[in-house]
């Protein structure tokens, strides 16, 4: 089955770094593009980031371009994503979902992790 | 960039009801549309891509349709397992934005 499962969230104070991790398994996670969303308390989803399956191409929302950076490792089956200058508004859940194709909609999910931003 | 507006915001609806949430595009999109259903506390399920392809596993009183700039959830007739929030996200563009959501509760 297809696993991912999110780690690194916490409590932060504003202008802090965090880095969050997305373990992968059940699948050849090489040949998969990788994306990052979030979900602001009460709020609706927000596409963060995407990375393509070699790791080559990314894109990111307006709203963090320049302050977090999504990565991967395709030998330890790892997604990454690197936040700085972090808002109170980036207080969210933090969702990996994987590509169902090429820039494709997302078919599988983890649970998620939570990162607050203390202002 | 492309924005995604859904409506209604919220849908009241009994077990049994045939119930249809909208999503419009600011600009045409083609099919390249997908919709999610995700409950409190939990991550988004996949439910429909490409517009009106049904995701693997996914009952069969869920459909889409549409192209272009406006698109159509269809739930044929609802069921107790089926209320919560909806989303639709377009991903023609380096974006993958979604709607802001209709959230289907009981009448």
């Known amino acids: 089955d297809v696993q991912l499962v999110e780690s690194g969230g916490g409590l932060v104070q504003a202008g802090g770094s965090l880095r969050l991790s997305c373990a992968a398994s059940?699948?050849?996670?090489?040949?998969?593009?990788m994306n990052w969303v979030r979900q602001a308390p009460g709020k609706g989803l927000e596409w963060v980031s995407h990375?393509?399956?070699?790791?080559?191409?990314?894109y990111s929302a307006d709203s963090v371009k320049g302050r977090f950076t999504v990565s991967r490792d395709n030998a330890k089956n790892s997604l990454y994503l690197q936040m700085h200058s972090l808002r109170a508004e980036d207080t969210a859940v933090y969702y990996c979902?994987?590509?169902?194709?090429?820039?494709?909609?997302?078919?599988?999910w983890g649970p998620g992790t939570l990162v607050t931003v203390s202002s | 960039d492309i924005q995604m507006t859904q409506f209604p915001s919220t849908l009241s609806a009994s077990v049994g009801d045939r119930v249809t949430i909208t999503c419009r595009a600011s600009?045409?999109?083609?099919?390249?549309l997908a919709w999610y259903q995700q409950k409190p506390g939990k991550a988004p399920n996949l439910l429909i891509y490409?517009?009106?392809s049904l995701e693997s596993g996914v009952p069969s009183r869920f459909s889409g349709s549409g192209s272009e700039t406006e698109f159509n959830l269809t739930i044929s007739s609802l069921q107790p397992d089926d209320f919560a929030t909806y989303y639709c996200?377009?991903?023609?563009?380096?974006?993958?934005?979604f709607g802001q959501g209709t959230r289907v509760e009981i009448k």
């Open positions: 979902a994987r590509g169902r194709g090429t820039e494709d909609s997302f078919d599988n």
């Open positions: 059940g699948f050849i996670f090489i040949n998969f593009e």
């Open positions: 990375i393509s399956s070699s790791g080559r191409t990314t």
């Open positions: 600009q045409s999109i083609s099919y390249w």
């Open positions: 490409k517009a009106s």
């Open positions: 996200q377009e991903y023609n563009t380096y974006s993958w934005t």
